[in-house]
């Protein structure tokens, strides 16, 4: 291949321009006290013994689909995650997405031994189940949930 060099002084010059779409998430976490040993379901306090839930919500409001999010939290040193939680007993994190929406569970075990994108690794908290979180509102927002007891 051979290039002109019209000025004769060994530079060359091009223009073009590219179109730049990102995903931009927003997310959120927040928690409620479910129940504590004392005051039981009425007006509980997040005092030792009390159960919580957490909420992480991801949100999009970019030009494309955000594919395979993964949630990594990593759980305070005063709280032991709460096994058996969901889905009947079976399921320790709840996975809501769109807004439907579509309920799915996993099992928080100790490095994700059972492949199904929840693991709990010493005290970090990791949820990669390939969710995607849309632009349109049919694939948006994306909830984690997970309940801890507090030491």
Do not use: W
């Amino acid at each position: 291949m051979v290039f002109g060099d019209a000025g004769r002084d060994g530079t060359e010059a091009d223009d073009d321009s590219y179109l730049v779409s990102a995903a931009d998430l927003n997310v959120a976490k927040t928690s409620v006290v479910i129940s504590d040993p004392f005051n039981l379901l009425v007006n509980p306090k997040a005092i030792p013994g009390a159960l919580m839930e957490y909420a992480i919500t991801v949100t999009n409001t970019g030009t494309v689909a955000a594919d395979n999010v993964r949630i990594t939290d990593v759980l305070d040193g005063n709280v032991t995650l709460a096994l058996g939680e969901y889905n009947g007993g079976a399921a320790d994190i709840q996975i809501e997405s769109g807004t439907g929406p579509t309920i799915t569970f996993c099992v928080a075990d100790n490095g994700d031994l059972d492949g199904d994108g929840c693991g709990l690794t010493g005290s970090t908290l990791e949820v990669d189940t390939g969710l995607t979180v849309g632009i349109a509102a049919a694939d948006n927002p994306a909830t984690i949930r997970f309940r801890v007891t507090i030491n």
